[in-house]
């Protein structure tokens, strides 16, 4: 979630994350990773909710499907 990137950009320390695609092979990729910036705008309810996120990635990344 956003507050919990929020987090972890005040943080040092790398997270493990994971992006699920929507495919027809239901992809996930994990990795793990410290995030460098985090820009966005959290708009009203009805509205969709744009994040840009910089992150470094520090290991694999395994993907799946």
Same mark, same amino acid.
């Given at each position: 979630s956003y507050?919990?990137?929020n987090a972890d950009l005040d943080s040092d320390s790398s997270v493990n994350y994971q992006i699920s695609?929507?495919?027809a092979g239901n992809t996930?990729?994990?990795?793990? &990773?410290?995030?460098n910036e985090l820009g966005g705008d959290i !708009? &009203? !309810?009805d509205e @969709? %909710? =744009?994040v840009?996120? =910089?992150m @470094?990635?520090? &290991?694999? %990344? =395994?993907i799946t499907s």
């Open positions: 507050i919990a990137m695609i929507p495919d996930l990729i994990d990795f793990a &990773g410290l995030v !708009p &009203g !309810p @969709k %909710i =744009t840009n996120v =910089t @470094k990635i520090s &290991g694999d %990344i =395994t």
